[in-house]
Structures are given as structure tokens and as C-alpha cells.
């Protein structure tokens, strides 16, 4: 069955270092999505990428953050200059189209911790 | 703004029995969708059961059910026959079937606890 991936599964930096974390979402789905989830708090969403654009962004998603789908498979998400409440679980979803009408299957997610 | 609060933060059941796990939501919109997802301590997001708000009937899913009840904005999720792999923290959440790209709003959740 197909899945999504996430890579690294955990990582450690430095606070005001950069970070990329990867995707590779579900090779037929169109729409891509990063949340966070800080320990033991709620999942949030960050943002949502469509036709290699941002089609929708929350107030988390600041000028730190950035997005790309580099290639044909990868879909990455940037933190320019990490801070310590940067430090969070990220998890990446994608689907086939918007709107609800189908499932958003997520990875496995990635375990940030800035120090 | 659409929001979803779940109002147990800790639910525990006997092996075997039915919990059910609360949500209610808040939008002015009359088409969503409504998911319940599961994140064991592995932490990965897992898809329980998803409702059409269009769809009257309730969805169901092997042990899993929901109480979708549309005009109080409710959506709690029955567990039948608990068993120990279910023990895991439970996130309802809502998604705009308009305009939006599917971005997903999540509750607090609630974590589960099945005794043997």
C-alpha cells in the first residue's frame, strides 16, 4: 500500500541553524501539507502547497518558514533560523484533492529538537 | 474560524468493553468533512473513520462507529470490543468542504487507555 515518508525521522540542531526536513508524499496526490504537533499538545496546520504554490498558510508559518516540491517526488519544508520553540513533531500529509472529499494520509513524522 | 474540542483529555476502558470518546465542533459552514485519527506512541497519524456531513447515516468502521449529530455539532466515536492496540491518543478533526484545500483543524485529543 502506498505511503508517505518523512526523513530524517529525528534531528538535532542548534538554535539559529537551518533545517530541511523531506517528504515524499503518495506519488498520485496532488495536495501537501505540513502540521507540527509540540509535545503533548494538539496537532496544527502549517500549510497546504497546490500547483506549485502555497494555496493556504496559518499565523505559525512565518517568513522563517518556507516550502518547495523540488522535483517530481519531494516536498520539503525549510526553517531558516530554527528557535527553541521550533522544537515539535512535523508531520507531512497528502491527498489526492482538496476540499475533504478524500483522506489525507500522513508520514511518519519527524522529531525536531533545537537546543 | 472552525474549532473542535474534545473535552476528555484521559479516557480508560476494560479490555473487551465500549468507550466512547467525545467531540463537538463549530462552523458556519454546512458542507465538511469529519475524521477521527488515530496516533499510537509510535506517533504516527492514523485514519480511524471519516464522515460526509452531507450523509445522515452514521459511519462505521469494523469496531469503530460514530454519533454524528449534525444540528448539535457533535461527532463522538464508539469503540466495540476494545482491545489493548487501541490504546493510543484519539484526534477529531474538521475540514471545509468549500472552498478550502483541506487543511485539517484538530482537537486536543484525548488519550485512551485499554486495561487488560
Known amino acids: 500500500e502506498p505511503e508517505v515518508t518523512q526523513t530524517p525521522s529525528h534531528q538535532v540542531t542548534q538554535m539559529g541553524q537551518e533545517v530541511i526536513l523531506r517528504c515524499v508524499p503518495i506519488s498520485n496526490h496532488l495536495y501537501f501539507y505540513w502540521y507540527r504537533q509540540i509535545l503533548g499538545q494538539k496537532v496544527e496546520f502549517l500549510v497546504s502547497?497546490?500547483?506549485?504554490?502555497?494555496?493556504?498558510k496559518s499565523e505559525i508559518f512565518d517568513d522563517q518558514f518556507s516550502v518547495e516540491r523540488p522535483d517530481g517526488s519531494n516536498f520539503t519544508l525549510k526553517i531558516r533560523s530554527t528557535k527553541l520553540e521550533d522544537s515539535a513533531m512535523y508531520f507531512c500529509a497528502s491527498t489526492l484533492s482538496g476540499g475533504g472529499q478524500e483522506t489525507q494520509y500522513f508520514g511518519p513524522g519527524t522529531r525536531l529538537l533545537v537546543l | 474560524a472552525q474549532t473542535v474540542t474534545q473535552s476528555q483529555p484521559e479516557m480508560s476502558v476494560q479490555e473487551a468493553e465500549t468507550v466512547t470518546l467525545s467531540c463537538t465542533y463549530d462552523?458556519?459552514?454546512?458542507?465538511?468533512?469529519l475524521f477521527w485519527y488515530k496516533q499510537p506512541p509510535s506517533r504516527q497519524m492514523i485514519l480511524v473513520i471519516r464522515q460526509e456531513a452531507y450523509k445522515q447515516q452514521n459511519a462505521t468502521e469494523n469496531r469503530f462507529s460514530v454519533n454524528f449529530q449534525k444540528a448539535a455539532k457533535s461527532f463522538s466515536l464508539k469503540i466495540s470490543d476494545s482491545q489493548l492496540g487501541d490504546t493510543a491518543m484519539y484526534f477529531c478533526?474538521?475540514?471545509?468542504?468549500?472552498?478550502?484545500?483541506?487543511?485539517?483543524?484538530f482537537g486536543q485529543g484525548t488519550i485512551l487507555t485499554v486495561h487488560p
Open positions: 462552523t458556519s459552514e454546512n458542507n465538511y468533512y
Open positions: 502547497f497546490y500547483n506549485n504554490e502555497i494555496s493556504e
Open positions: 478533526a474538521f475540514t471545509s468542504g468549500g472552498t478550502s484545500y483541506g487543511k485539517l483543524t
